[in-house]
């Protein structure tokens, strides 16, 4: 009986904590303004303007982890929580990489992906810039031939800023912004956070993405998003 009472008093522990991280994001920003999102993990959260709807979420395991028929996409999918919201007035997971049908509006895109133990072993600053599933971190020869396959989507690759973000409680994250011209359209600005929790076993990963132009526009907006995304070490 001890062991369960013990259980039990860390996980109300647990719960107060989180509670705790919740309300001072809310104390801080008024509470109505915002949605506020926390990760499968229970350690990671962001915020989004109410404003900003959530796009469905069968579209979005379409778009980020493809035909969902293939036993390489199941994996990935149980591997991962995912979640997307778009301040186009028509929400629609074709945003996560491009302003399909006209939209010049944000989108943000959370992930929380348990790593194999492959992974872990692997895992470096490089896996944290990679971790949205965008040729970040690349040699210089791979992405000109890359660039160079018929279709292959991302070009004009710009790194506007790589910010090695400093280790708290043993997480360790990186914050990078950079653009590519997607599918022949307008240069698209990503903002994107990535955290290795304490223990290697999960990367939590924010991708913010607008058009350069409008990333310029509503930077300040954005960069209060990015600065929002956060990855605790909850004692247990």
């Known amino acids: 009986m001890g062991s369960r009472l013990t259980a039990t008093a860390a996980a109300r522990v647990t719960a107060a904590v989180l509670a705790a991280l919740m309300a001072g994001l809310s104390a801080g920003c008024g509470g109505a303004d915002f949605t506020y999102v926390m990760g499968s993990d229970g350690q990671s959260y962001f915020k989004v303007p109410a404003s900003w709807r959530k796009v469905d979420q069968r579209a979005l395991d379409r778009e980020f982890f493809g035909d969902m028929t293939t ?8 591997l991962s929580w995912t979640v997307g919201y778009d301040a186009f007035s028509r929400p ?3 945003h996560l990489y491009d302003p399909a049908g006209g939209s010049d509006e944000p989108f ?6 348990t790593l194999t133990k492959t992974q872990q072993d692997k895992a470096s600053l490089d896996t944290l810039r990679n971790a949205a599933m ?3 971190a690349l040699t210089a020869d791979l992405r ?12 004009n690759f710009e790194l506007l800023s790589d910010e090695v973000l400093p280790p708290k ?6 914050h990078v912004v950079y653009n590519f011209k997607v599918l022949g359209g307008p240069v698209q600005t990503f903002d994107q956070t990535a955290y290795l929790a304490a223990d290697g076993s999960r990367v939590s990963v924010m991708l913010i993405r607008c058009s350069a132009m409008c990333y310029r526009t509503r930077g300040d907006e954005i960069g209060r998003i ?3 995304f956060k990855v605790k070490r909850i004692p247990g």
């Open 226 to 228: 990015a600065q929002s």
């Open 108 to 113: 943000v895109f959370a992930m929380v992906s």
């Open 169 to 174: 409680d043993g997480v360790r994250g990186v």
């Open 71 to 78: 036993a390489t996409a199941q994996l990935r999918k149980r």
């Open 92 to 94: 629609s997971a074709d």
């Open 144 to 155: 000109d031939q890359l660039e160079k396959l018929p279709g292959y989507p991302y070009k």
């Open 134 to 136: 965008l040729p970040v």
